[in-house]
């Protein structure tokens, strides 16, 4: 399966965003996905997690109550909508998929990776 990631972008503090996971292949909706971020100097750290079906997600607790996962597998789509933007936040994010059962929240479980957008968010 090949992901591309987009929707990032250049937001106050307190902004929305909502990106995208867009999926090519039939079998996307056998995939838990992962939504990753990468800050410079920082290592990749989990944000969100959906199950195949839509039934069970995860977050990171740094973005609890304020990002929110979800996707659509008739259209092969995985979306993070992320409000209540802080500087903090400001990452490249990356979208994956998993062969395992679960979106776990270690980089190393998944097996897909999307190139990336970033997402800035100014003070």
């Known amino acids: 399966v090949q992901l591309q990631a987009s929707g990032g972008g250049l937001v106050q503090a307190g902004g929305s965003l909502r990106l995208s996971c867009a999926a090519s292949?039939?079998?996307?909706?056998?995939?838990?996905i992962g939504w990753f971020r990468q800050a410079p100097g920082k290592e990749r750290e989990f944000v969100a997690g959906i199950s195949w079906s839509g039934s069970s997600t995860d977050y990171a607790d740094s973005v609890k109550g304020r990002f929110t996962i979800s996707r659509d597998n008739a259209k092969n789509t995985v979306y993070l909508q992320v409000n209540s933007l802080k500087p903090e936040d400001t990452a490249v994010y990356y979208c994956?998929?998993?062969?395992?059962?679960?979106?776990?929240?270690?980089?190393?479980?998944?097996?897909?990776w999307g190139q990336g957008t970033q997402v800035t968010v100014s003070s």
């Open positions: 292949g039939r079998t996307f909706s056998w995939y838990p």
């Open positions: 994956a998929a998993t062969r395992s059962t679960y979106a776990y929240t270690s980089a190393n479980e998944y097996n897909y």
